[in-house]
């Protein structure tokens, strides 16, 4: 039977091939990159993520009014104009709002003889109360008939409905508005008479999207009330085709969302619109007199006074990074009416073209950022992802001012943050891994906790100071000078067998001398029993020489025996070196009398010998757990003199 090829085979070539190349420090930059871009993909999925995008593309319209000057260009901003109800006109009425509708019908009537192209009522008098007699005919009061007549007569006019979410059930105006829309011959056919006054709150209760078409009673689709004005003035049915979900305006497409809205693209801040006080358009019709700046307009009747609530926060609101919507950017809802009918009439839709959608960016992005970062420096990273950040903005807000479109911000953002943590701190960790392999783990994870402790400052400190040689090694070596492969492999394989028991025990391999190696206990890490520790690891030396034997024979060294010797006293240990090249070391008497302790287990004939410091810092516990209840052996070592040693013996 055919086996299969490549990695399935376990060929040993494929897999270190591909190990070197995920070890290339640019190839893991680059997945790196495709791993953010994932992470990514997953946090796309939580309403969170689409709500801070949001957040974050709110101040792309104050960023571009800043450059436009103040607000967008808008063929539209000097096409409509709104007639504001406010505290002065209540107070020169005299009369509750639910009394006005005399003088609101005078002043839609005279809206519409001053040439206004449409008229909207942002304001309703709800439907229950048609049958109040001062409502219905008060001589104190006047008919709210005249309404009513006013719309039938005059045309062009929209009155409010509204459709909330169940189990709210539909708002409409009191009858007597509602003598054109409740007669079938005067109707207007393509439903432009009312229209829905809803909002669209998302979850921060900002007002970022208008609804342009509701589904109202008995799933009858009906025009949001800026869709039918803005029908009205261009004198263009409006349609639903509810097989594309799309809204045409004449042939023009609307590009709503799944949900039927669109995206308020903002002419300005509150106040942007011009507006006229409702009691001046009335004293005008009473008296008979034109109001030139209506003309060609579509006028728009709404409260502006705060009192009637009906103030909300837009993307001029957001304090951007106080997360609490601003009371000054707040804005009346007939001024959000104004906006989304300058949207539609402007065709200024907010849309996200093919070419910049987020995805393909992504993906090019994160690796491209993956790999730079991991050619950097952490200075240069942190000024390349700022750079990032900063210029992925310019762009959104360019995009939106030139374009109308909209650039996906939450996301790239934080693929930029997210790339460059992950990048340095997989540098961090590499050099993590580098710096405990070429010291010691106990070093690394000491300078992790207490950098300080590389500071050209010494300190003097109880250790126990190990020296481990390899017997018969220098005739070893001479035997295959020309084999320096052989040398090097033996060499890893011993260093391989014996290190894991040295960290173990606590020990610090302060440095490796050809075959030998100098070993700290107590230092850098403290260790109260460091003596103990360091027989112990001397111990599990000698026996992890012994198991690994066989493959030292292999290795063309049959019966590798090695000498430990060990000795504690007080030295001076730290950082040794210039600020560009430092190491960590123990240096006095005790690294001295070790030296000569490892030398002289030769003579001795042991492979283990302790010190008179090493047997005074253990306990007697620990002398009579490692047999050292023996007089000492006196030894003359050269540099050192006369020093007891004890001799330890390891079993089989």
Same mark, same amino acid.
């Given at each position: 039977?055919?086996?299969?090829?490549?990695?399935?085979?376990?060929?040993?070539?494929?897999?270190?091939?591909?190990?070197?190349?995920?070890?290339?420090?640019?190839?893991?930059?680059?997945?790196?990159?495709?791993?953010?871009?994932?992470?990514?993909?997953?946090?796309?999925?939580?309403?969170?993520?689409?709500?801070?995008?949001?957040?974050?593309?709110?101040?792309?319209?104050?960023?571009?009014?800043?450059?436009?000057?103040?607000?967008?260009?808008?063929?539209?901003?000097?096409?409509?104009?709104?007639?504001?109800?406010?505290?002065?006109?209540?107070?020169?009425?005299?009369?509750? /709002?639910?009394?006005?509708?005399?003088?609101?019908? &005078?002043? !839609?009537?005279?809206?519409?003889?001053?040439? @206004? +192209? $449409? =008229? *909207?009522?942002?304001?309703? /008098?709800?439907?229950?109360?048609?049958?109040?007699? &001062?409502? !219905?005919?008060?001589?104190?009061?006047?008919? @709210? +008939? $005249? =309404? *009513?007549?006013?719309?039938?007569?005059?045309?062009?006019?929209?009155?409010?409905?509204?459709?909330?979410?169940?189990?709210?059930?539909?708002?409409?105006?009191?009858?007597?508005?509602?003598?054109?829309?409740?007669?079938?011959?005067?109707?207007?056919?393509?439903?432009?008479?009312?229209?829905?006054?809803?909002?669209?709150?998302?979850?921060?209760?900002?007002?970022?999207?208008?609804?342009?078409?509701?589904?109202?009673?008995?799933?009858?689709?009906?025009?949001?009330?800026?869709?039918?004005?803005?029908?009205?003035?261009?004198?263009?049915?409006?349609?639903?085709?509810?097989?594309?979900?799309?809204?045409?305006?004449?042939?023009?497409?609307?590009?709503?969302?799944?949900?039927?809205?669109?995206?308020?693209?903002?002419?300005?801040?509150?106040?942007?619109?011009?507006?006229?006080?409702?009691?001046?358009?009335?004293?005008?019709?009473?008296?008979?007199?034109?109001?030139?700046?209506?003309?060609?307009?579509?006028?728009?009747?709404?409260?502006?006074?705060?009192?009637?609530?009906?103030?909300?926060?837009?993307?001029?609101?957001?304090?951007?990074?106080?997360?609490?919507?601003?009371?000054?950017?707040?804005?009346?809802?007939?001024?959000?009416?104004?906006?989304?009918?300058?949207?539609?009439?402007?065709?200024?839709?907010?849309?996200?073209?093919?070419?910049?959608?987020?995805?393909?960016?992504?993906?090019?992005?994160?690796?491209?950022?993956?790999?730079?970062?991991?050619?950097?420096?952490?200075?240069?990273?942190?000024?390349?992802?700022?750079?990032?950040?900063?210029?992925?903005?310019?762009?959104?807000?360019?995009?939106?001012?030139?374009?109308?479109?909209?650039?996906?911000?939450?996301?790239?953002?934080?693929?930029?943050?997210?790339?460059?943590?992950?990048?340095?701190?997989?540098?961090?960790?590499?050099?993590?891994?580098?710096?405990?392999?070429?010291?010691?783990?106990?070093?690394?994870?000491?300078?992790?906790?207490?950098?300080?402790?590389?500071?050209?400052?010494?300190?003097?400190?109880?250790?126990?100071?190990?020296?481990?040689?390899?017997?018969?090694?220098?005739?070893?070596?001479?035997?295959?000078?020309?084999?320096?492969?052989?040398?090097?492999?033996?060499?890893?394989?011993?260093?391989?067998?014996?290190?894991?028991?040295?960290?173990?025990?606590?020990?610090?391999?302060?440095?490796?001398?050809?075959?030998?190696?100098?070993?700290?206990?107590?230092?850098?890490?403290?260790?109260?029993?460091?003596?103990?520790?360091?027989?112990?690891?001397?111990?599990?030396?000698?026996?992890?020489?012994?198991?690994?034997?066989?493959?030292?024979?292999?290795?063309?060294?049959?019966?590798?025996?090695?000498?430990?010797?060990?000795?504690?006293?007080?030295?001076?240990?730290?950082?040794?070196?210039?600020?560009?090249?430092?190491?960590?070391?123990?240096?006095?008497?005790?690294?001295?009398?070790?030296?000569?302790?490892?030398?002289?287990?030769?003579?001795?004939?042991?492979?283990?010998?302790?010190?008179?410091?090493?047997?005074?810092?253990?306990?007697?516990?620990?002398?009579?757990?490692?047999?050292?209840?023996?007089?000492?052996?006196?030894?003359?070592?050269?540099?050192?003199?006369?020093?007891?040693?004890?001799?330890?013996?390891?079993?089989?």
């Amino acid at each position: 039977m055919r086996q299969p090829t490549g990695l399935a085979t376990g060929n040993p070539g494929h897999r270190m091939r591909i190990v070197k190349l995920l070890r290339h420090n640019r190839i893991r930059g680059i997945w790196i990159g495709f791993f953010c871009v994932g992470l990514v993909a997953i946090f796309s999925q939580f309403p969170i993520f689409t709500g801070l995008d949001d957040w974050l593309f709110d101040s792309r319209f104050t960023t571009r009014d800043d450059w436009e000057g103040g607000t967008r260009p808008s063929r539209s901003r000097n096409q409509i104009i709104i007639i504001s109800i406010d505290e002065e006109d209540f107070d020169s009425l005299a009369k509750p /709002i639910v009394f006005m509708s005399p003088e609101l019908g &005078a002043v !839609i009537a005279h809206a519409r003889h001053s040439g @206004a +192209t $449409a =008229v *909207g009522v942002d304001m309703m /008098i709800p439907n229950s109360l048609s049958t109040v007699e &001062a409502i !219905i005919d008060s001589r104190k009061f006047g008919k @709210a +008939t $005249a =309404v *009513g007549k006013a719309v039938r007569d005059v045309g062009h006019v929209v009155l409010p409905v509204s459709f909330p979410p169940p189990p709210r059930k539909s708002r409409w105006p009191i009858d007597q508005w509602l003598l054109k829309y409740r007669d079938p011959d005067n109707r207007d056919p393509w439903g432009r008479d009312v229209g829905s006054i809803d909002l669209a709150e998302d979850a921060d209760h900002f007002i970022r999207r208008a609804p342009i078409v509701r589904v109202g009673d008995e799933r009858q689709v009906y025009p949001s009330f800026t869709l039918a004005l803005a029908a009205w003035e261009a004198d263009q049915p409006w349609r639903w085709d509810p097989d594309t979900k799309t809204v045409l305006l004449g042939e023009d497409t609307i590009p709503v969302a799944a949900d039927g809205t669109i995206a308020i693209n903002w002419v300005g801040p509150p106040g942007t619109f011009s507006t006229i006080p409702f009691r001046q358009v009335l004293a005008a019709a009473q008296a008979g007199e034109p109001v030139p700046e209506l003309n060609g307009k579509i006028a728009l009747i709404g409260t502006t006074d705060p009192a009637f609530q009906d103030y909300h926060a837009t993307p001029y609101s957001n304090g951007y990074t106080s997360f609490r919507p601003s009371a000054s950017g707040r804005m009346a809802g007939v001024e959000i009416h104004a906006n989304t009918i300058a949207t539609i009439r402007d065709r200024a839709f907010i849309t996200t073209p093919t070419r910049l959608s987020p995805w393909p960016w992504l993906l090019v992005t994160g690796p491209l950022l993956g790999l730079v970062f991991a050619r950097t420096n952490l200075i240069a990273g942190l000024i390349i992802a700022i750079g990032h950040h900063v210029g992925w903005k310019l762009l959104a807000a360019y995009a939106l001012m030139t374009g109308n479109w909209r650039v996906d911000l939450i996301g790239m953002l934080s693929l930029g943050a997210l790339t460059c943590a992950a990048s340095f701190a997989n540098r961090w960790l590499v050099l993590r891994r580098v710096l405990g392999a070429v010291k010691s783990q106990a070093l690394a994870k000491a300078l992790e906790e207490n950098p300080s402790r590389l500071d050209l400052a010494g300190e003097n400190r109880t250790v126990t100071v190990m020296f481990v040689d390899i017997r018969g090694f220098s005739t070893f070596s001479a035997e295959v000078r020309n084999e320096p492969a052989k040398v090097v492999t033996l060499l890893n394989a011993y260093f391989s067998a014996v290190i894991p028991g040295i960290e173990k025990s606590g020990g610090t391999v302060n440095q490796f001398m050809g075959d030998g190696m100098m070993i700290l206990f107590n230092a850098p890490m403290e260790y109260p029993d460091h003596a103990s520790r360091a027989i112990q690891a001397a111990r599990g030396m000698i026996r992890a020489v012994r198991d690994h034997a066989a493959e030292f024979e292999k290795l063309g060294l049959p019966n590798l025996r090695i000498g430990v010797g060990i000795n504690t006293g007080t030295c001076t240990v730290g950082a040794v070196g210039a600020r560009t090249r430092l190491d960590y070391t123990a240096i006095g008497d005790v690294t001295n009398a070790a030296a000569r302790l490892e030398a002289a287990t030769k003579e001795v004939g042991a492979p283990i010998l302790i010190g008179a410091g090493t047997y005074a810092a253990l306990t007697p516990e620990e002398q009579k757990a490692n047999a050292l209840d023996f007089e000492p052996q006196e030894l003359t070592l050269k540099g050192v003199g006369k020093l007891k040693v004890w001799p330890i013996q390891v079993e089989s």
